[in-house]
């Protein structure tokens, strides 16, 4: 769901600058815990970068971004454009367009909303006219850390030489100084990892801040300070800088890390990589020759299968027909088993009668057995038998 963004005069828009791995972060996440919203189009966290979140509108750095790029720089530039002739003039009507809608919807419902974005050290003059064209009522709170620590942090995540880190520090100190407006709030990084309950209530002297100190303490993590200078005097390790001091940490920067050796360094660094990369092309290319080979036998196993399913679709048409034969074989079996127990019906009948009939035969033989007998005995009997017999021959012929 969406928030309601307040009007302008009802609201402090805070803007959060500083460079990157300065500690803007963590600053974030305890402003959030004194009730500070930042809209709900956040970058999402990356492990091992920023596991907590960049606390970073994506509209607000596609915007910032793009105009660097029409500008031919990028984040991790040292050259970077200055004041608004360094911008080309349709790039810059165009990001003023995108600037204007994003602070029109605004950052979250809170009375004070907060966007940050390391670019606003090299954009924030172009934000803060066109908060002033809207009436957005701006301030601007700056993180900072000593130069050692940014250079050590960026060597660590980006792989930059620590000369170059420092140099890339320095360019944006440079382009942020002049652009900062009278009564800008600064937060050292050390400073708020190690007190940020005492950090936000100083804060909440110039920001209507809800400063609630378990939950300030609980949102600043105690181990996110991975790098830390040594104590000393030279500007390197000092974690607040001032405009003026910043010809001598230029100084000190070409003292301890010369531009030559910083050179050879990006050179060799490039080398390495290009040879991390030759090496991780090779293993690309072989895995293309495998993942074709496995095309190759997938494709085959694939020919095969269809067959196999060709195969299984014959054998089913079959089986149909089969059982559709069957099917009629059954009715004729069921029709010739009723005929044979019709028969066999018949036959019983036709046995009963010949039994009735073979009783009636063994009667007659009998009967007639009897008439032989009588018969026999009246040709037994003289003269009368004799007279039979003479008639019976006469008969005959």
């Given amino acids: 769901m969406s928030s309601v963004s307040q009007p302008a005069e009802a609201r402090t828009l805070l803007f959060v600058v500083g460079m990157h791995r300065s500690g803007t972060s963590a600053l974030c996440a305890a402003l959030r815990a004194c009730g500070v919203t930042f809209g709900e189009q956040l970058l999402a966290p990356m492990a091992g970068v920023n596991d907590e979140g960049f606390w970073e509108d994506a509209e607000v750095v596609a915007a910032n971004e ?69 009436g957005v009522k701006a301030q601007v709170c700056t993180a900072s850390r000593a130069p050692l620590e ?136 072989l895995s293309l020759e495998t993942i074709a080979a496995k095309d190759e036998d997938i494709n085959a196993l694939a020919a095969e299968h269809r067959e196999a399913l060709a195969t299984i679709a014959e054998r089913d048409q079959q089986i149909v027909d089969l059982d559709s034969r069957l099917q009629g074989t059954g009715e004729w079996l069921e029709r010739a088993l009723a005929t044979i127990k019709e028969r066999d019906a018949q036959v019983a009948e036709l046995d009963r009668r010949l039994a009735e009939i073979g009783g009636l035969h063994s009667h007659a033989l009998e009967v007639i057995a009897e008439k032989d007998r009588e018969i026999a005995d009246i040709y037994a009997v003289p003269v009368i038998g004799l007279a039979l017999r003479g008639a019976r021959r006469y008969r005959r012929q």
């Avoid at 600037?99 to 003059?125: H, M, S, W, Y």
């Fill in 66 to 134: 793009a105009l660097l790029s029409a500008a031919g720089a990028h984040w991790y530039s040292l050259a970077l454009p200055g004041g608004e002739a360094g911008w080309p003039t349709a790039a810059l009507a165009h990001f003023r367009e995108q600037a204007g809608a994003i602070l029109q919807r605004g950052f979250g419902p809170g009375r004070v909303q907060a966007v940050k974005d390391p670019r606003f050290c090299i954009t924030l003059p172009l934000w803060l006219q066109a908060c002033a064209e809207r």
């Fill in 150 to 285: 940014v250079a050590q942090s960026l060597q660590r995540r980006d792989g930059f030489p620590l000369g170059y880190g420092l140099r890339l520090d320095l360019a944006y100190r440079k382009a942020l100084a002049p652009a900062l407006p009278s009564g800008s709030l600064t937060v050292s990084f050390p400073e708020l990892v190690e007190d940020p309950v005492k950090v936000m209530l100083r804060l909440a002297e110039s920001v209507p801040l809800e400063t609630g100190p378990n939950a300030v303490a609980m949102a600043v993590r105690g181990d996110l300070r991975h790098h830390s200078a040594p104590a000393a005097s030279e500007p390197l390790t000092q974690p607040v800088l001032s405009a003026a001091e910043l010809p001598a940490l230029e100084a000190c920067i070409e003292r301890h890390y010369p531009t030559d050796a910083m050179l050879a360094e990006c050179v060799t660094g490039f080398v390495t990589r290009g040879a991390q990369l030759t090496a991780v092309g090779d293993a690309h290319s």
